[in-house]
């Protein structure tokens, strides 16, 4: 079946940078744009960024904008976030989304479930 | 920016109906799309491209869209309804999310 599962979710220092992972199976990887979401503690759902299904574009919330880089590996088939120069703001649930497969349709059909960063001293 | 107005809270007794409003300027342009979200799980979408459904969702979850404002209804409310409710809409190359309607069901 359908499924994304993230990794690499952790407790770092503010200042510091962290990578997050997806790894993505049942479906054909490559052929799908994929998005970042994070939920901050008890705070609604948050965009985080996308990234096209050939790695050729990529968009981000004005919040991560010079410090998060979305990329993927489509022989793998994961997607990966790097965090740099992480802040307190960014103690978050990250979910990896699946977009759907209609063109210049952005929208998530599958999440994974999330892995947890929290950014503290 | 694109802004997307929700309310923080709705209630309904079961059996009733619940709706859910998303407003944002000219939202009726856009394609909305929603999702719900219960304790500590990932989102699930609900309805897309206005009023449609992915399979598995029951038909009592329908949508609209129009103007300034759009809706998610759900009909025949039951107490595994409740849980967070979210819009959302692509804009500029950007994906907006309303603040979210948490759906109490008394």
């Known amino acids: 079946q359908v499924q994304l599962v993230e990794s690499g979710g952790g407790v770092v220092q503010p200042g510091k940078s962290l990578r997050l992972s997806c790894a993505a199976s049942?479906?054909?990887?490559?052929?799908?744009?994929m998005h970042w979401v994070r939920q901050a503690p008890g705070k609604g759902l948050e965009w985080v960024g996308i990234?096209?299904?050939?790695?050729?574009?990529?968009y981000y919330a004005d919040s991560v904008k010079g410090r998060f880089t979305i990329s993927r590996d489509n022989s793998e088939n994961t997607v990966s976030l790097l965090m740099n120069r992480l802040r307190g703001e960014d103690t978050a649930v990250y979910y990896c989304?699946?977009?759907?497969?209609?063109?210049?349709?952005?929208?998530?059909?599958?999440w994974g479930k999330g892995t947890t960063v929290t950014v503290s001293s | 920016s694109y802004v997307l107005t929700q309310l923080a809270s709705v209630s309904v007794a079961p059996g009733q109906t619940a709706r859910i409003v998303c407003g944002g300027r000219?939202?009726?342009?856009?394609?909305v799309h929603w999702y719900q979200q219960k304790p500590r799980q990932a989102p699930v979408l609900v309805v897309f491209?206005?009023?449609d459904r992915p399979s598995g969702i029951p038909v009592r979850f329908s949508g609209s869209n129009s103007g300034d404002t759009a809706t998610l209804t759900i009909s025949r409310v039951e107490a595994g309804d409740e849980a967070d409710y979210y819009c959302?809409?692509?804009?500029?190359?950007?994906?907006?999310f309303g603040g979210g309607t948490h759906l109490t069901v008394l």
């Open positions: 959302q809409v692509w804009d500029s190359n950007t994906l907006v």
């Open positions: 990234i096209s299904f050939d790695g050729s574009n990529r």
């Open positions: 049942g479906f054909t990887f490559r052929s799908y744009d």
């Open positions: 000219n939202i009726g342009s856009k394609g």
């Open positions: 989304a699946k977009n759907v497969a209609s063109p210049y349709k952005f929208y998530m059909d599958v």
């Open positions: 491209e206005d009023t």
